[in-house]
């Protein structure tokens, strides 16, 4: 059994600070009708994680580790990129949330073969956004306070790996890697647009033929599945992502240790 809890405090990047020059501005001062610009906070919180550990190998493998985790987190001013009269975007503490997860784990390795299964399970819960600290509040139900969804956080996410190794030089790995599908945003009139649900697929080959040196080949999204990512909304038609993924990519790693 293994226990872990803390607190945090992020404090803010250049992005969150100062945008970009172009679609992100600093945040704007409502006291200033939006004329001058203000720090968003950093972000805080607390969590903690509970964890079952089972070391034994089993299914005849050399070695083999089962782990279950059950975790928590309430986070307070959460840092977001958020929509500012349309035509601009801003980083704002707008959201808290708590989440509560449970995530298994499962690695075995017999003589010429590896598996690493992962699984992620996610609830988000008693989310609150807070836009009435932004020029044009009004634009939001109940002057700028509402209740939604974290963005980008799929309830459900998982990864197989299976790693064959013929020989001491050689190891050729397949991935299969899930995520769920996720709300991208939530705009005023209480509609929220959902990513779709991805499934791809990784291969790759490992070459070692000294211990310091080590040559990767691979390819992740092999059947390009991301190009065929889509937005759902309660109140429009599909539409495309309004962040494009990139699709099949391949990679060459070399790597040195001394």
């Known amino acids: 059994m293994r226990a872990t809890g803390g607190t945090y405090y992020r404090l803010l990047n250049m992005y969150e600070i100062a945008g970009d020059g172009a679609g992100i501005l600093p945040m704007p001062n409502i006291h200033s009708n939006g004329t001058q610009s203000v720090f968003p906070q950093p972000e805080e919180g607390t969590q903690w994680d509970l964890s079952a550990i089972w070391d034994k190998p089993v299914l005849g493998a050399k070695s083999s580790r089962l782990q279950l985790t059950y975790f928590h987190r309430d986070s307070k001013k959460m840092l977001q990129l958020g929509d500012w009269n349309h035509f601009f975007f801003v980083y704002t503490n707008a959201a808290s949330a708590k989440i509560d997860g449970l995530e ?85 009139g209480g509609d929220l647009s959902q990513q779709s649900a991805l499934t791809q697929l990784d291969l790759g080959v490992k070459y070692q033929p000294t211990k310091d040196w080590q040559l990767t080949l691979g390819v992740n999204d092999l059947f390009n599945k991301q190009q065929d990512l889509y937005q759902t909304h309660y109140l429009y038609a599909n539409s495309m992502l309004q962040y494009p993924q990139q699709g099949r990519t391949y990679y060459a790693t070399v790597q040195y240790s001394f």
């Open 104 to 188: 298994l784990q499962w690695n075995a390795s017999w003589k010429k073969w590896d598996l690493d299964l992962e699984g992620t399970y996610m609830k988000v819960k008693d989310v609150k956004y807070d836009m009435s600290a932004l020029p044009g509040a009004g634009y939001w139900q109940n002057n700028g306070r509402v209740s939604g969804y974290l963005t980008y956080t799929p309830e459900w996410e998982g990864t197989a790996r299976l790693t064959y190794r013929p020989d001491a030089r050689w190891a050729l790995f397949g991935q299969l890697h899930y995520t769920g599908a996720m709300y991208t945003a939530q705009y005023g």
